[in-house]
């Protein structure tokens, strides 16, 4: 994936920081669909300089999607899991007492257990460099 962006900081060792307007689904084309909440989001990421742009530049950065789809896997796959797999547990003892209530509780438990624990791991994997700018396309922001 390659997007159109703005170097806003140097963040030394070779990494810049820019600013991209949050995309969605939708394209972002909100005059036709109106149901965006967020239309003006914007977000800062870290990237790798390969091209020598400086602050204020526009640049074209590419990101991995096979990073990204790791990272959303594991914030979303992993809580899914232990839910299911806790309420499955607390179903056990449940089938000879017949306690339903014992296998939400079991289920709600693994979910925070799983937020919990994918939470640090989530949060290093974030500050890792997902985009690379391979292109100065507009030096200083002069369009």
């Given at each position: 994936m390659t997007k159109e962006v703005k170097v806003t900081r140097s963040l030394g060792g070779g990494l810049v920081e820019i600013t991209m307007r949050r995309s969605?689904?939708?394209?972002?084309d909100c005059r036709d669909c109106a149901g965006c909440p967020h239309p003006e989001e914007w977000i800062t990421a870290p990237a790798l300089n390969k091209?020598?742009?400086s602050v204020g530049d526009s640049v074209t950065v590419e990101s991995?999607?096979?990073a990204v789809l790791s990272l959303a896997a594991l914030t979303y796959l992993v809580p899914a899991v232990l839910l299911?797999?806790?309420?499955?547990l607390g179903g056990i003892p449940a089938e000879t007492y017949d306690i339903p209530a014992l296998q939400a509780l079991t289920g709600l438990l693994a979910?925070?257990?799983g937020v919990l624990l994918i939470l640090p791991v989530n949060k290093r994997l974030r500050r890792k460099t997902f985009f690379t700018v391979v292109n100065i396309?507009?030096?200083?922001?002069?369009e």
């Open positions: 969605s689904v939708c394209a972002v091209a020598g742009a991995g999607s096979g299911v797999a806790g309420c499955i979910l925070a257990a396309t507009d030096p200083s922001g002069t």
